[in-house]
C-alpha cells in the first residue's frame, strides 16, 4: 500500500510538474504573441519607411510619406493588436462562425447569410472609385503583411485551432454593412408593429402603447436654421403610430460656437453609445502623411479616422435612425410572387455553410426585386413572407470615399462636398473649425417613397409602393452657424414641423437632449470643464418626470413609505454610489411590466404611455389575480413593493453594486478563461441620463453604453481629449489590455494630440 501511494504521489507530482510547464509554455506563447513596438520591420509592399509611434497608453501614431504607405501601415498596427477581433467582425459579415464555433453560431450564420452581407461588400468593393479602391488596397495589403510577417497569432487562434486566411477588399467593407445594421433597427419595428396589429392590438391602442414623439419637445433643427419653405405637417394615420426605437445603440453629441465658450472658439463633444465589448470597438490613432492628418477613433478593420479632427476641422457623429429599411408582404403563387400583375419567380442564392467538425449545410435564400426574404432566417417568422428593400444592400456604397474627404476637408465647403457620397447608416454629424464656424449635416440615401407610404408598417410587394428613388444633397436636413451659437444631437428628432419629408417616425426620447440643452444653456460662457462635466452627468430627467406618481400613490407598507419620502427628497442623480438610484431604477423596471398580457413582452419601456396610465388610468392596471380592481396608482405602490422585495434579495446598498458595465470578449466569455478576458465596473446611469447608462431588466447589467468619448477644443486643438473604454490592445497580456477603463469610468480623459513620444517602430520597404 504505501509503495502504491508513493507511485501515486510521484505521478501527481510528475503531473502537476507537466501543468506547471504547460503554464508557463502557455504564458511564453501568449507573451511571444504581443507586438513588435520597436526597432524595426522590413515589409514588402510599402514604398518607403514609415514611423510608428506608441505612448505610453498605447495609443498609436504613423508618420508617412505618402497615403498608400499611411493607410498601409495603419492595416498593419490594426493586426498587429486587434488580429482576432478582425477575424471575427469579417466571420460575423460572411457568416462563417460556425466553421470555428461549430453548431453554437449556426442560426446566426444562417441570418446573416441571408440578409447577403458579403454579398453586398463584393459587389460595393467592384464598384469603388479609383482613389476609393487604392485606399483599402493599401490597408489590406498592411494586414496581409502582418500576416505574412511570421509574428505569432494571438491565442484565440490556437484555442480554436486555425489559421487566418488572407485579406480581401470586401472584407474591409463587410465590416462597414454591419456598423450600417446594427444601427439601423426600422425593419424590426415594422415587425414589432406588424406583430402587435395580429395580436389585435387596435390602431388606435398602438398609438397609446408606443406614442408619437411629443409637439412640445426639442429638435435637432429649428425652422430658422433651415430658412426652407415649410410644409403643413400632416398626422399619419392612426395605424402608423410613431415610436422610439427600442433597439439600444444611441449616441451624444453637441457644438458650441465661440460666442458661447469662455475661449471665443467652438467646442465640439462627441459619444457614440454602443455595445461594450473587449477588446474595445474603437482604436486610437493619429495619422499624418502629405494631404492627410488625422486624429480620432479608427475602427479595426477599416482603413481612416471615424470620429475626430484634423489641423483645421474637427466633427462628431450620432445615429439618425433613419428609415432607410422596408419589408414588404409578398403575394405567394405557386413558386414565386405576385409583382405588377405577374407572378415573378424568386431568385435563389446557394449558400454552403461550413459547420467545425466537417457538417455543411446547403441554405437556399430567396431573392426578390427588393431583395432577400429575410422572415425564412427569423426563429418565429410570420404567416406572411416579407422582402428586405434595404440602402445598404444596394450593389454601389462610396461610405469610405466619404470619410477619406471628412479626413482631408480643410473648411466647412470640402466637408459638406465630402458628405454628398456619404450612403447609410445616416449619421449627425456635427462640424467646428479653428474659423469659429459650427454647423450640422444629416447625409445620407434617403429613400423617396409615395405619398401615404411612411415606412412604419410592412406594405404589400406588389410594386405599388416600390421606392422611387432618393432624396438629392442639397434636400437634406443642414445648418451652418445657426443663430442660438449651439447644436445639440441625442438621436431625438431632427427637422422641425414642417420639413418637406419624414427622416422617419421612430425618434428616442428627448431626455438626454434636454438634459444636455439645460446645462448647455444654464451658463453664459463654457468651458472645457463644463464639457467633460455634461459628459459625465447622470442626473435623470425620467424621475423628475415620475416623481410626481411617487407623490401621488399610497405605499403599502412602512418601509415603502420610508422609501418614498427619500425619493421625493432625492435629486434624481443615478450615481454608482447611490441608494435612491437603486430604487428607483428597480420601481421603474417593475413599472416596464404593466402592458406585459397584452403585448407580450416582459418589460415595455415606453414612459410615455407609462406616465399617462398613472395619471389617468390604463385597463392592464387591474391585476386579475386579486378580487378587487387596482388602480394605475395601485399598481404602482405594489410595483414598488416587488422593487424593494428585490432590492432585498440583492442585497444592495447602491446602484453601482449591481449596475455594472460589462466588457465580454465574443468568444473567450464562453469558457474558463473569461476570467482573463472579461471585465466589469460600477457605474451609474439609466437609458436616459446623458451619460447613459442602459440595462437588462433582469441582470440589470450594462451592456451598451459610451463606447468612446472625445472633446475638441478649437482654440487649442492639440488640447483636445479622447478616451475609450478597456484599452488599445487586444492580447491578454498586455499592458494596454484593459489600462483604460479606469480612466473612462472616473471620467478622465488622453491627449487627443498628434505629438506624443513612446516606442518607435520603424516600418521599412522590404524585398
Not at 406583430?195 to 406614442?211: I, Y
Not at 462627441?270 to 486624429?295: C, I, K, N, T
Request: glycine share 8%.
Amino acid at each position: 500500500m504505501k509503495r502504491l501511494l508513493r507511485l501515486l504521489a510521484l505521478l501527481l507530482a510528475g503531473a502537476a510538474g507537466l501543468l506547471v510547464l504547460a503554464g508557463v509554455a502557455g504564458f511564453v506563447y501568449l507573451r511571444a504573441s504581443l507586438p513588435q513596438t520597436e526597432g524595426r520591420i522590413a515589409l514588402k509592399g510599402l514604398t518607403a519607411p514609415v514611423e510608428v509611434v506608441r505612448d505610453r497608453h498605447g495609443v498609436v501614431r504613423i508618420r508617412a510619406g505618402s497615403l498608400w504607405d499611411l493607410l498601409f501601415a495603419q492595416g498593419f498596427v490594426h493586426a498587429q493588436e486587434r488580429l482576432w477581433q478582425m477575424e471575427f467582425q469579417r466571420r460575423v459579415g460572411q457568416g462563417r462562425l460556425s466553421e470555428v464555433l461549430g453548431e453554437a453560431t449556426l442560426a446566426q450564420d444562417r441570418f446573416l447569410r441571408t440578409w447577403g452581407f458579403y454579398q453586398a461588400a463584393k459587389s460595393a468593393y467592384e464598384r469603388l472609385y479609383p482613389e476609393e479602391k487604392e485606399a483599402v488596397d493599401a490597408y489590406v495589403a498592411g494586414v496581409n503583411a502582418f500576416l505574412a510577417s511570421g509574428a505569432p497569432l494571438p491565442p484565440e487562434f490556437a484555442l480554436l485551432g486555425f489559421r487566418p486566411e488572407s485579406w480581401r477588399g470586401p472584407d474591409v467593407l463587410v465590416w462597414a454593412k454591419m456598423m450600417s445594421f446594427d444601427l439601423s433597427g426600422n425593419w424590426e419595428e415594422e415587425l414589432l408593429r406588424h406583430r402587435l396589429l395580429a395580436r389585435g392590438v387596435s390602431p388606435e391602442r398602438l398609438l397609446e402603447l408606443l406614442p408619437p414623439y411629443p409637439e412640445d419637445a426639442p429638435t435637432v433643427l429649428s425652422a430658422e436654421d433651415l430658412r426652407l419653405p415649410l410644409r403643413r405637417e400632416e398626422a399619419p394615420s392612426a395605424l402608423l403610430p410613431m415610436a422610439p426605437p427600442r433597439f439600444l445603440e444611441a449616441s451624444n453629441n453637441w457644438v458650441v460656437a465661440g460666442s458661447r465658450t469662455a475661449t471665443g472658439k467652438p467646442f465640439l463633444a462627441d459619444d457614440p453609445h454602443l455595445g461594450l465589448q473587449a477588446p474595445s470597438l474603437w482604436f486610437l490613432m493619429a495619422l499624418e502623411a502629405p494631404g492627410y492628418r488625422a486624429v480620432g477613433a479608427s475602427l479595426p478593420g477599416v482603413p481612416g479616422i471615424v470620429i475626430g479632427r484634423n489641423e483645421r476641422i474637427a466633427w462628431g457623429v450620432t445615429n439618425v435612425g433613419a428609415d432607410v429599411q422596408d419589408l414588404y408582404l409578398l403575394e405567394e403563387v405557386g413558386t414565386g410572387y405576385r409583382y405588377r400583375g405577374q407572378v415573378l419567380p424568386y431568385r435563389v442564392r446557394e449558400e454552403v455553410i461550413r459547420i467545425k467538425g466537417g457538417r455543411e449545410e446547403r441554405l437556399k435564400v430567396r431573392e426578390t426585386v427588393y431583395g432577400p426574404v429575410i422572415t425564412d432566417a427569423l426563429a418565429d417568422p410570420p404567416k406572411t413572407p416579407m422582402a428586405l428593400r434595404w440602402v445598404s444592400l444596394d450593389p454601389e456604397d462610396h461610405i469610405l470615399m466619404a470619410y477619406l474627404g471628412i479626413n482631408r476637408a480643410k473648411n466647412w465647403v470640402e466637408f459638406q462636398e465630402a458628405l454628398k457620397l456619404y450612403s447609410a447608416p445616416s449619421q449627425n454629424f456635427v462640424y467646428a473649425d479653428i474659423d469659429g464656424n459650427i454647423g450640422y449635416i444629416a447625409p445620407g440615401k434617403f429613400p423617396i417613397r409615395r405619398e401615404g407610404h411612411t415606412g412604419m408598417v410592412p406594405v404589400p410587394g406588389n410594386g405599388a409602393w416600390d421606392w422611387q428613388g432618393y432624396r438629392p444633397p442639397e434636400t437634406w436636413p443642414m445648418v451652418l452657424n445657426p443663430k442660438e451659437g449651439l447644436l445639440v444631437t441625442a438621436n431625438h428628432k431632427v427637422t422641425p414641423k414642417g420639413f418637406p419629408y419624414a427622416l422617419t417616425y421612430d425618434w428616442a426620447e428627448p431626455y438626454r437632449a434636454e438634459r444636455i440643452l439645460e446645462l448647455l444653456r444654464a451658463k453664459e460662457k463654457l468651458t472645457l470643464e463644463d464639457m467633460k462635466a455634461i459628459q459625465q452627468d447622470q442626473k435623470s430627467l425620467l424621475f423628475r418626470d415620475f416623481r410626481p406618481v411617487l407623490s401621488l400613490l399610497n405605499p403599502l407598507s412602512e418601509r415603502a413609505r420610508a422609501w418614498r419620502e427619500r425619493l421625493l427628497a432625492w435629486d434624481g442623480t443615478m450615481a454608482p454610489s447611490s441608494e435612491e438610484a437603486l430604487v428607483f431604477a428597480l420601481w421603474y423596471t417593475e413599472l416596464t411590466r404593466l402592458p406585459e398580457k397584452e403585448v407580450g413582452e416582459a418589460h415595455w419601456d415606453e414612459p410615455r404611455y407609462l406616465l399617462k396610465a398613472l395619471k389617468e388610468g390604463d385597463k392592464n392596471c387591474d391585476q386579475p389575480e386579486t378580487e378587487y380592481p387596482e388602480t394605475c396608482l395601485d399598481y404602482a405602490a405594489l410595483a414598488l413593493e416587488r422593487a424593494l422585495d428585490r432590492k432585498e434579495a440583492l442585497k444592495a446598498k447602491a446602484w453601482g453594486e449591481v449596475h455594472r458595465a460589462a466588457f465580454r470578449h465574443p468568444v473567450l466569455t464562453h469558457t474558463p478563461l473569461r476570467r482573463l478576458s472579461d471585465r466589469q465596473v460600477a457605474f451609474g446611469g439609466d437609458r436616459y441620463t446623458a451619460n447613459v447608462g442602459p440595462f437588462d431588466p433582469q441582470s440589470l447589467t450594462m451592456g451598451h453604453g459610451p463606447s468612446y468619448r472625445q472633446i475638441v477644443d478649437l482654440s487649442n486643438p492639440e488640447g483636445s481629449l479622447f478616451v475609450h473604454p478597456m484599452g488599445q490592445s487586444g492580447h491578454l497580456l498586455s499592458p494596454h489590455y484593459a489600462d483604460l477603463l479606469p480612466l473612462w469610468a472616473r471620467g478622465d480623459y488622453l491627449p487627443m494630440a498628434f505629438s506624443g513620444e513612446g516606442r518607435t517602430l520603424l516600418l521599412e520597404p522590404g524585398r
